[in-house]
């Protein structure tokens, strides 16, 4: 079992700048594929960045040059950096751990609470 716990969300003006933080404890947290998810009012479950920690890394394209997501195995944690925010990023962040194919499919076996992302105009 993995338990993941997502903070850093909060409301923020369009251009801003917010960092998601996910810490893992449980099962080996390097051994996991971790990734970013995100749930916008109305629509369904949407990947946006997967990192595995030999280096591979999956970013939305449409998210691409705005998010990074980084992770910090000392501290079982994963990142990830908003930049640039637009009020359509306006979301549920959730934090996920399990396998490069399920997590870039859109499935895994482990989730956090969610974190609320609110972008102002």
């Known amino acids: 079992q993995v338990q993941l716990v997502e903070s850093g969300g909060r409301l923020v003006q369009a251009g801003g700048s917010l960092r998601l933080s996910c810490a893992a404890s449980?099962?080996?947290?390097?051994?996991?594929?971790m990734g970013w998810f995100r749930q916008a009012p109305g629509k369904e479950r949407e990947v946006v960045t997967v990192?595995?920690?030999?280096?591979?890394?999956y970013l939305a394209d449409s998210l691409k040059g705005r998010f990074t997501i980084s992770r910090d195995n000392a501290k079982n944690t994963v990142y990830l950096q908003m930049n640039s925010l637009k009020p359509e990023d306006t979301a549920v962040y959730y934090c996920?751990?399990?396998?490069?194919?399920?997590?870039?499919?859109?499935?895994?076996?482990?989730w956090g609470q969610g974190t609320q992302v609110t972008v102002s105009s």
């Open positions: 996920a751990a399990g396998t490069w194919n399920m997590l870039v499919s859109g499935r895994s076996d482990y």
């Open positions: 449980g099962r080996t947290y390097s051994n996991y594929v």
């Open positions: 990192s595995w920690s030999g280096g591979s890394i």
